[in-house]
């Protein structure tokens, strides 16, 4: 079993930047990929960013040159950095422990950008 718990989330104003974590415990050697999604009211959770266990990094292209993915090995925890955030991002991020046979959650934290 894998644990992911996410941290960071919170209210900022458009413009603003924000930072995301997620810390993996447990048997994290099953996980191919850390991925972030979110999911904004009335709307269906969608891939935001990825990083596989090879460092190889994807994003959204509505996120493309204003967030990073990152992650701290030793630390096993995964980032989201977020700048230039606007009222369309606001939602909950959830942070993802992709392994072949499962997926795993977190709870989520909330984003919130004001205009």
């Known amino acids: 079993q894998v644990q992911v718990v996410e941290s960071g989330g919170g209210l900022v104003q458009a413009g603003g930047s924000l930072s995301l974590s997620c810390a993996a415990s447990?048997?994290?050697?099953?996980?191919?990929?850390m991925n972030w999604y979110r999911q904004a009211p009335g709307k269906q959770r969608e891939l935001v960013a990825r990083i596989t266990t090879g460092g190889s990094t994807s994003y959204a292209d509505s996120v493309k040159g204003r967030f990073t993915i990152s992650r701290d090995t030793a630390k096993n925890t995964m980032y989201l950095q977020m700048n230039s955030l606007n009222p369309l991002d606001t939602a909950v991020y959830y942070c993802?422990?992709?392994?072949?046979?499962?997926?795993?959650w977190g709870k989520g934290t909330l984003v919130t950008v004001s205009s």
């Open positions: 447990g048997s994290i050697f099953v996980i191919t990929a």
């Open positions: 993802n422990a992709h392994s072949v046979l499962k997926d795993y």
